[in-house]
């Protein structure tokens, strides 16, 4: 369990399928995901096994459902890197978030991305944190950098059923541990400077 200012962070369990169902519901959260379309309750009760087997693959990774005032807004990801170009799954995990439509624009997915980067780098020993999404898709690309990750590398794969955009391709951010380090550094002096005046 993770805790932000405003989020309760829960390892995903059977409970929140009911709230995965609603998300992949909403053809705009889907845009850029899947076959960009809403998913049925069917598909999603598929995936939810997937999600909760990625928590069983390396400890410490895996899903968390997100809860403001106790009302789920979406769910996040921390997991373990699956294709090899994405290279060693020692030290390493990808970032990501979905959340319910009505929840955008809060702040709540950049709050808890920079509580996961936290819990990776702190808590787990991650040495590089990365994160994948469609070169198209501007509000994860605005998440990606608010939380301090950079832009790595544009690339192209192959897909079955190509979404619009992704003739543009994909695109990978990332922060390393010792960037992160770099970047708490700099915000210290200024509570210092806060805290003299
Ligand atoms: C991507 C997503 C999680 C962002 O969630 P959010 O809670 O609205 O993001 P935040 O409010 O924390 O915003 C983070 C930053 O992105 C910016 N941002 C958010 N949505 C944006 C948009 N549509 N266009 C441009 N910038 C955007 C915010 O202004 C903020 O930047 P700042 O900190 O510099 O002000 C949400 O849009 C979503 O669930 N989308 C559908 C699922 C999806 O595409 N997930 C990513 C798959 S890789």
């Known amino acids: 369990m993770l805790q932000t200012s ?21 053809p705009e959260v889907m845009r850029y995901l899947g076959n960009g379309c809403a998913r049925t309750r069917e598909e999603v009760e598929v995936l939810h096994r997937g999600r909760l087997a990625t928590g ?7 899903f968390w459902a997100g809860f ?9 990801i921390l997991q373990p890197p699956e294709r090899a170009d994405q290279g060693p799954v020692e030290g390493q995990a990808e970032l990501g978030y979905r959340l319910l439509r ?15 980067i936290r819990y990776g780098f702190e808590d787990l020993g ?5 994160a994948e999404t469609m070169a198209v898709n501007a509000a994860s690309r605005a998440t ?16 079955e059923e ?29 509570t210092d400077i806060r805290q003299r005046n």
């Open 102 to 116: 009505r929840h955008w624009r809060k702040g709540l997915a950049s709050e808890a991305a920079r509580e996961l």
């Open 162 to 190: 190509p979404l619009a955009g992704s003739e543009l391709g994909e695109v990978e951010y990332a922060i390393t541990r010792r960037q992160w380090l770099a970047h708490r550094a700099t915000e210290a002096p200024g």
């Open 56 to 62: 069983s693959r390396v400890p410490g990774l895996g």
């Open 126 to 130: 991650l040495t590089r944190i990365f």
């Open 68 to 76: 403001v005032g106790g009302e789920f807004v979406g769910w996040w």
């Open 144 to 159: 990606m950098k608010a939380v301090g990750m950079h832009h790595v590398r544009t690339f192209h794969m192959q897909w």
């Open 6 to 26: 405003r989020i309760r962070l829960v390892p995903l369990s059977d409970e929140h399928l009911k709230h995965e169902i609603e998300l992949d519901s909403d």
